[in-house]
Structures are given as C-alpha cells and as structure tokens.
C-alpha cells in the first residue's frame, strides 16, 4: 500500500475505490450503436411479439381465467346474432399442453442418444470424406422444411412405428404411459414424438458435435497416454467435458420439437381430452390446434388462439429457463 | 495375432542385422559405459525417422535406454526432439499426417508390430507432458487412479496404491487431507506431480517426460528433479528438456538433437559428464557452452 512503516490498522483507512474510464474513439461508438442495435432488435421482436399476443388475447383470458390452461373443452357459441358468445363459450387447452409436453419430451428421450453416438462417430470413428458428407447431409437435414418430414411420417414412417408400439404396448403395458384401453394405433402422440426426434437430430447433433470436436488435446492424449482405450477415453474425458453442451442442444431441440406445427398436424390425431398413454391415437398440441382452428375462426375464437400462442410461448420460455438453470447447476465441473 | 510373443522372439533375433551399420555404431556407443544403477537395455529405437505429411523431421534416431538411468534429450526448438520420444510410446500417430519408420524395442518386442495392442504399449511406456493435465472433472485421488480405470486394470488394494505413487511422485504430504478435491485445486507444480503420480499408477517400464518442468516455478522444478531421481533407480526415465543445468542435474545420459533447418538427428549421445565436459562434436560443445540454441 504505502512505502512508509504501517502504523496503526491500516484496513481502516483505505482509500475510495477509483472509477476506472477510458473514452472510446469515433470509430468504436460507431461499431457499438450499431452491435447494439442489432443486439436489442431480437429482443424489440420478441417483446412485440408478447404484447401483441397478450393484447389479442387478454380478452379470452380474463372471461375464462385459470380454467384456459385446466380445461379441456373448446366450444364456441354463437347468439342469435351469429355473433360468438364469449360467456356461453368454453376456450381450455390442457389438452393440448399436456399433448405438447408429451411429443416433445419423447422426441427428446428418443433424439438424444442417437445424437450423441451419431456426434461420436463423427469426431472420433468415422473417416475424414464420410464425416464431411455426413456433416453435409446432417446440416441440410435441419433446414428441411417441417412439411416434409411430415408428409413422410404420415406416409412411410407411420405404419412402422404402429408396429413399434404395437410391440411397446406388447412388452412394456406395465408401464401406466404405454397403457391403453382401445388399441387405435393411429396418429398417435407416439408417432408425432419419433417424427418430432428425427426433425430435432440434427440440431442436437451438430451442437454436440461441435463441444466434443473443442474437448482439449492435452487431456485427449492424457488418457491416452494412460493407455486407454478410445472408448474409455470417450468416457473420462470427451463425455465429462461435453455434458453440458449435450443439454444445451437437446434443449434448443425440445424448444424446437414444442413449437412444431406443421409436422404434428399431418401425423397426430388431435382429441380434446387429456390423455397420458403415448400410443393411443388421441393427443394434442398446442401450436397444432392453433393451425387447425386458424382458418375457419371467428373474431372471438381467433383471440383464444392467440391466448393459446401466448401461453405456449410463455410454457416454452419457462421450459427453457429451467433447463438453463439446470445446465448452469451442472456445467462448470469437468471444463 | 495367433501368438504375437513367438512372433517377437524371431523378429528380435534377425533384427540386429537387419539394421544399418550407423545403427550399430551408434548404438553401442551409448552401451559402452552403462551407469552403475544400469540393469540392462530397457527400450531400443532402431533407426527412427518421422514424416509430418511429406516433411521428414527426424532422420535415423537409434538409441538405447538403460533400465535404471535417466536419459535426457536436449537440443534446439524444433529439432525434434519431442517427436522422438512420442514415437517410443505411439503417441507420435495422433497427429494427422504423421508417419515413421524404424523399430522401437520394448524388451525386445517391436512396439509397432503389426496387431499390436497399442493400449498395452502405453500402459508399459508412460509419458507426463509439458503442460500439466489433470482431469478437472475427477478428484486427486480419482486422477491417480484414472490410468486403473481407462485401461480397465483391477487392483487389490487402492489406497495402497493411490498412497504409493502420491509418496513416489512427492506429493503425498501435500495433499494427503484433500484426495476428495478436484485435481484443478492444486496448483501447476502439484498438478504436474499428480501426472507423475498418475502415470506411475498403472506400473509402467518407462517414463517418458516432455519438458515437464517448463511450465512450473524453480521450487516445483526442484521437486520434480528429487522425483526423478526417486524414481530412477526402478525404470527407464526418458526426459526432454531445454534445461541444460537441468540434463546435468538429472540424467545420466544425455542425447543431444540439432536439425540444421531439415530432419533433425542425433548428433552426439554419451553419459552426461562426457557430454558436458568432453564432447566429441563441436556442435554439441558450442550448445552446451551456450555459444548457440
């Protein structure tokens, strides 16, 4: 602190902290109006997204109030008029909350595992020309438009995986999700979840991808070193280190297999009922319903399903925060 | 694979004449005079040369490891010196493009032979790197243990053994209260003591040390140096170093590399003293008097 001897108790008089500036040049205020600018403007969106949702919708909201999110029912009255009748009206979507949640955790459980062990591959097995076609088609695969991969569910995929849970019911009944009363394969929450995993493959894979292929080498050759196995090696270093990067994509993944309209549509069977059992062909959707509803709505019923958009943006926002929470909780530990 | 010990026995015996006459030259002039603690040649590189792509960076290496001495490689920045001895223990092929020829001799078993489990060759010849690199994600006492795990080796006793390689790598004091906290806690020269610790877990032959002390402190380098000697008198101790005083202090033996902008080469090996005191090359002399490098 000081050069001279220390008298007293120093601490007591220590002096005020200094304000640490510095005056930025033309250049760089110019450089940072415009990051910021493009920084806040997804942010602007997102916000007017909110309002606007939440404008349109409040109406709806406030004459059903928590019954929106706990029921079931969506009945549209109309007066004598013609004129839709709010309060005779029933707008509740639990059903398709819960259908939504549903899909898009079973796209996540099935995706998951296929991504990491096809991320793997790619940065430790395959050779160098197959990893770059496979990055190639990979890559293309997640900008395929939903619509596709839609219309191949329902075509090619969907007899298939019938068969699928015709032997999960078979083997796994016991489990209360894979009970089932009538045995309607069809359209199933089932089908939309392994349709919702192979759309949502390809981001968790690439961002996996991307965390294993950044795994420091000096802790690579470590284990090596150590004469492990590439497995063994996988297991102690690439996994430990990749963890964290594995949830964050499988997070962008859920985000993505939640918001999915036009894919679900084609292959699930929306029923107006909350409904648990994966393979009974009854399920629902949020974002869904919203598409099947859109066109043929009048004024009133067109504010329930902008309440509706609200709320799974909303359930999609928490979705994601706790899942932040969770890979902020976790990571740190073996970086 | 049918019998891969047979294999080697017939190899070993056709291979002294096989190789070229500088081989032989060179090779027995490290073998004239074996230090006392010397219990027999320990690992052999036979003519090594290695390639990045189509660059060739070590022309004709061959020299011979005394079980029970320290070896030390100096030599200028980029004359390949760390390239060699990751070629002892096959660490040389994680680097795309690298290529070899030459033979390296675990106790007379060519250590890349066709089926060779390399897994196997790393656990007998260990190597502690020039960065310390614990694995943050596992505790001291799980870094020690690491080598048990990856290579899927049984032990009777761990703690015996975690307190026995903590002891020989000069660690155990330090951290004997705190196994349960994570390798990243310690600091450099701890961390690279704990590589030793964990590299001398899996019971290897050879040790091979890639200036292990250029990242550390004098006081850590000084502890790192008493480990060394510890653990010469019971393995093949191979170290590099930019270190002069520090090949003094250490080694035996000393190999001293130079690549004159090609390949780089063994220019001169011989016990340590001789080296320092007598070179025959007046290349090794002007180096190791600091008159270059």
């Known amino acids: 602190m000081s050069t001279t001897a220390p008298k007293a108790k120093p601490p007591v008089s220590t002096p005020d902290k200094r304000e640490i500036t510095t005056k930025p040049r033309f250049s760089d205020k110019v450089f940072r109006g415009v990051a910021t600018a493009g920084g806040l403007s997804s942010l602007v969106i997102l916000g007017l997204i909110l309002i606007f949702l939440g404008y349109q919708g409040f109406q709806v909201l406030r004459s059903e109030g928590i019954g929106f999110i706990t029921g079931s029912n969506w009945q549209v009255m109309q007066d004598n008029a013609g004129n839709t009748d709010l309060a005779a009206s029933t707008f509740g979507i639990a059903a398709m909350l819960v259908g939504t949640l549903l899909c898009a955790a079973m796209a996540v459980v099935i995706a998951v595992p296929i991504s990491v062990l096809c991320a793997l591959y790619l940065t430790f097995y395959a050779p160098q020309f197959l990893k770059k076609i496979m990055v190639a088609v990979i890559d293309l695969m997640a900008a395929f438009p939903s619509i596709l991969f839609g219309m191949w569910g329902f075509f090619i995929l969907m007899p298939h995986v019938e068969y699928w849970g015709r032997l999960i019911h078979k083997y796994f009944s016991w489990i209360p999700i894979f009970k089932m009363e009538i045995p309607v394969f069809t359209r199933s929450p089932f089908v939309a979840g392994v349709v919702l995993a192979i759309m949502i493959i390809p981001i968790i894979t690439s961002v996996s991808r991307e965390i294993f292929s950044q795994t420091p080498l000096d802790r690579v050759q470590a284990a090596y070193a150590l004469g492990a196995t590439r497995w063994s090696m996988i297991r102690a270093v690439v996994i430990p280190y990749g963890k964290s990067g594995v949830v964050g994509g499988a997070m962008l993944g859920l985000g993505r297999a939640m918001g999915e309209t036009v894919a679900v549509y084609t292959v699930l069977n929306l029923v107006y009922q909350i409904n648990w059992h994966v393979l009974i062909g009854a399920g629902g959707n949020v974002a869904s319903m919203i598409l099947l509803k859109f066109g043929e709505a009048g004024p009133t019923e067109t504010r329930a399903l902008m309440a509706a958009g609200l709320v799974l943006f909303l359930l999609t926002l928490l979705v994601n925060s706790i899942a932040n929470t969770i890979v902020s909780r976790t990571g740190g530990k073996g970086r | ?293």
């Open chain 2, 1 to 293: 694979m049918i019998n891969p010990s047979e294999d080697g026995n017939d190899e070993m015996e056709t291979k002294p004449i096989t190789s070229s006459l500088s081989d032989v030259a060179k090779a027995t002039q490290a073998r004239k005079q074996p230090g006392s603690g010397a219990l027999g040649v320990g690992l052999e590189a036979r003519g090594i040369h290695a390639w990045f792509g189509d660059k060739l960076v070590l022309r004709d290496i061959s020299l011979d490891f005394w079980s029970g001495t320290v070896t030390a490689l100096i030599g200028p920045s980029g004359c390949g010196k760390s390239t060699f001895i990751r070629t002892l223990n096959r660490m040389h092929e994680f680097i795309p493009g690298a290529a070899m020829a030459g033979e390296v001799l675990l106790n007379g078993q060519d250590i890349y032979e066709q089926g060779t489990d390399v897994t196997k060759i790393r656990l007998k010849v260990g190597m502690v790197f020039q960065k310390p690199n614990p694995f943050p994600s596992m505790t001291i006492a799980d870094n020690v243990l690491a080598g048990l795990k990856l290579a899927q080796l049984k032990t009777e006793n761990k703690d015996d053994l975690l307190e026995e390689c903590l002891e020989r790598a000069g660690l155990w004091n330090e951290v004997k209260d705190r196994l349960n906290a994570y390798g990243g806690s310690l600091s450099g020269g701890q961390q690279q003591r704990l590589c030793i610790a964990r590299s001398l877990a899996v019971r290897p032959e050879v040790l091979l040390m890639d200036e292990p002390c250029s990242a550390l402190d004098p006081g850590s380098t000084l502890k790192i140096e008493e480990t060394i000697q510890h653990l010469s008198s019971s393995m093949t101790i191979i170290i590099v170093t930019h270190n002069m005083q520090q090949a003094a202090r250490v080694s035996d033996y000393t190999g001293f590399f130079l690549s004159d902008g090609g390949p780089g080469e063994l220019v001169e090996v011989g016990p340590t003293s001789e080296i320092f005191s007598r070179p025959k090359d007046i290349r090794t002399e002007n180096y190791v008097t600091g008159r270059f490098g």
